[in-house]
């Protein structure tokens, strides 16, 4: 069984920052990738960054030199590190999860940012 846990969200202030973390646990699995995706009100989800065990990243433009995105192999946990927030940042962020062996990604519930001008 899989269970993931986002946490980190919340109402920040124009320019201000948040962390935002995904906790996975599957018996006997460990994380290979991870990304992060957003959707805000009427608009379609979209992909804000991606990583995996590799080393290798990759940004949507508007995240790139103000998001980082990084996995705690040893905790199996993924973090999105987000600064200089800005209110086009508002939306539910959702992490999704691909485990060694898996063909098939996992989604978290999801976790509110709200940024206010």
């Known amino acids: 069984q899989v269970q993931l846990v986002e946490s980190g969200g919340g109402l920040v202030q124009d320019g201000g920052s948040l962390r935002l973390s995904c906790a996975a646990s599957r018996s006997g699995a460990s994380i290979n990738s991870m990304a992060w995706f957003r959707q805000a009100p009427g608009k379609q989800r979209e992909l804000v960054a991606a990583?995996?065990?590799?080393?290798?990243?990759q940004y949507a433009d508007s995240a790139k030199g103000r998001f980082a995105i990084s996995i705690d192999s040893a905790k199996n946990t993924g973090f999105l590190q987000m600064n200089n927030l800005k209110p086009e940042d508002t939306a539910v962020y959702y992490c999704?999860?691909?485990?060694?062996?898996?063909?098939?990604?996992?989604w978290g519930r999801g976790t509110q940012v709200t940024v206010s001008t």
């Open positions: 990583t995996n065990t590799y080393g290798e990243s």
């Open positions: 999704n999860v691909y485990f060694f062996g898996d063909f098939e990604g996992y």
